[in-house]
């Protein structure tokens, strides 16, 4: 994700659909369509009232995990 500091802040500030993950009930997936069939996907973590970023990357689909809110 080099030099796209903008697009994953875009994601994680109005995405189009959150996600929380399967494993850890802290960890939720944000999702931005970019373009027909390519998403950019940002995970977060909610620590102790604090969030942190952990990884972002493109995709191709959004992965099968409960909804918790989608625009």
């Given at each position: 994700?080099?030099?796209?500091e903008t697009d994953?802040?875009?994601?994680?500030?109005?995405?189009?659909?959150?996600?929380?993950?399967?494993?850890?009930p802290n960890v939720?997936?944000?999702?931005?369509?970019?373009?027909?069939?390519?998403?950019?996907?940002?995970?977060?973590?909610?620590?102790?009232?604090?969030?942190?970023?952990?990884?972002?990357?493109?995709?191709?689909?959004?992965?099968?995990?409960?909804?918790?809110?989608?625009?």
């Amino acid at each position: 994700m080099y030099e796209r500091e903008t697009d994953v802040q875009d994601v994680l500030q109005t995405p189009d659909e959150i996600r929380q993950s399967r494993r850890d009930p802290n960890v939720f997936l944000f999702y931005r369509l970019k373009q027909p069939g390519r998403w950019l996907c940002a995970i977060a973590k909610r620590l102790n009232g604090d969030g942190f970023l952990i990884t972002t990357y493109p995709i191709d689909a959004i992965k099968e995990s409960e909804r918790i809110w989608s625009k």
